[in-house]
C-alpha cells in the first residue's frame, strides 16, 4: 500500500527563476523506513514543509493515507508526525510531564496520554530517565524524545528531518535504532544528507539534486544497480595515493569515487581486468601500498556516481 504519492510536486520561491523543487514524482510504501537523500540545498526540507502543511507547493499534488493535499485540513494533520532539525522542547519540564502534555493537547484522557508516554519512553530507551528534567539530556536523548513526542498523536506517517545530523556517534546509533524500530507500527519519511544513516536503516531511497529527483529505488536494489563492487587501495602515504590517482587519471583506466587521505575508491568497468591493470601499475612503478581490496559498493559510492559531477553543473 502506497502511504505517500506526491505528483509532480513543484516549488518556486517568490520571482526566483530556478524551481527548488521540481516536478517531484515519489511512492512511499507503507510500514517503511523511506531516506530522502541529497546534498545541502537539493530540495529536502521544502519537500518535507509542503507534505506537512507547513508550506504550499505551487504546483502538483500530493496524497498522504489516501488523502489528497490540503495544508488546512485537520484530517491530514492528524495522520502525520513531524520531528523538525532542530527541535524545541520546554527543557524545565521532565520528559514524561512532556508527552503528557503533548497527549492532552490531541485531547487524550488522562489514563490514555498516560499509558501512551510510557509505551514511547520505553521504545526511546529513556524510561529510566522520564523524571529527569529535559535540560539534562545529552543531544541523543533530545532526539529520542522528541521523536517520542511527535508519536503521542498515533500518526500514520512520521517526518524526520535531518534527525541525526548534530550528533555524537553514540547518539546517532541510539536514534537510528529508534528510527528502524518504528516501521512496525508506522511509516517513517527520514529526510537527510547522511548517506550512512540511510543504509543502516532505511528500506528505500530517493535521491534528488537542484530540486529534481534523481532515482528512487530499493537500498539494495540500487547499490547493486550502479556500482556493485569498488576496488578499495590504501597507500603509505598521501602523496603515493595523489601520483597513484594522478597516473589512473592520466591514462584513464576505471573511474575513481573517492578520495581521501591515504585512500582511494575506484569503480572498475571489468572487475577482473582492471584489477590486473591496476596491480599491473603499482609493482610496475614501486607504489607502496598497505592494503588493496575489492569490497562491496556502499550508497556513498552510487550518491558519488549519480551527483558527484553534477553539483556545479
Known amino acids: ?94 520528559a514524561k510531564n512532556l508527552l503528557m502534555f503533548v497527549g492532552e493537547l490531541f485531547g487524550q484522557s488522562v489514563l490514555q496520554r498516560g499509558k501512551k508516554a510510557d509505551e514511547l519512553l520505553e521504545m526511546a530507551g529513556l524510561s529510566k530517565v522520564s523524571g529527569k528534567k529535559i535540560s539534562e539530556f545529552s543531544g541523543g536523548m533530545l532526539q529520542r524524545l522528541g521523536i517520542a513526542q511527535a508519536l503521542m498523536g498515533n500518526p500514520e506517517v512520521l517526518f524526520l528531518d535531518e534527525p541525526t545530523s548534530a550528533l555524537d556517534p553514540i547518539g546517532r546509533k541510539e536514534v537510528l535504532e529508534f528510527i528502524y524500530n518504528l516501521k512496525a507500527t508506522c511509516t517513517v519519511f527520514m529526510s537527510t544528507h547522511i548517506l550512512s544513516d540511510v543504509e543502516r536503516v532505511c528500506d528505500t531511497v530517493a535521491i534528488i539534486n537542484k530540486g529534481k529527483l534523481v532515482v528512487q529505488e530499493k537500498t539494495e536494489v540500487l547499490k547493486k544497480s550502479y556500482s556493485d563492487k569498488i576496488i578499495e587501495i590504501d597507500f603509505s602515504g598521501n602523496q603515493q595515493a595523489e601520483a597513484f590517482e594522478e597516473k589512473i587519471r592520466s591514462v584513464n583506466t576505471c573511474e575513481i569515487l573517492s578520495s581521501s587521505q591515504n585512500k582511494l575508491r575506484i569503480h572498475p568497468e571489468n572487475i577482473e581486468k582492471d584489477k590486473a591493470g591496476l596491480l599491473k601499475i603499482i609493482t610496475s612503478s614501486g607504489f607502496e601500498i598497505e592494503k588493496f581490496e575489492v569490497v562491496t559498493a556502499n550508497l556513498e559510492d552510487v550518491f558519488v556516481k549519480l551527483i558527484g559531477g553534477k553539483q556545479d553543473e
Open 1 to 94: 500500500m502506497t502511504m505517500i504519492k506526491c505528483v509532480n510536486l513543484t516549488k518556486i520561491y517568490g520571482k526566483e527563476s530556478v524551481a527548488a523543487l521540481d516536478n517531484l514524482n515519489i511512492e512511499v510504501n507503507k510500514n517503511s523506513v523511506y531516506g530522502f537523500l541529497g546534498p545541502n540545498g537539493a530540495g529536502k526540507t521544502t519537500t518535507v514543509k509542503i507534505l506537512t502543511g507547513l508550506m504550499r507547493q505551487t504546483s502538483g499534488e500530493f496524497f498522504i493515507a489516501g488523502l489528497p493535499n490540503n495544508i488546512n485540513s485537520a484530517e491530514l494533520r492528524k495522520k502525520i508526525g513531524y520531528l523538525g532539525q532542530e527541535p524545541r522542547m520546554y527543557s524545565g519540564m521532565k
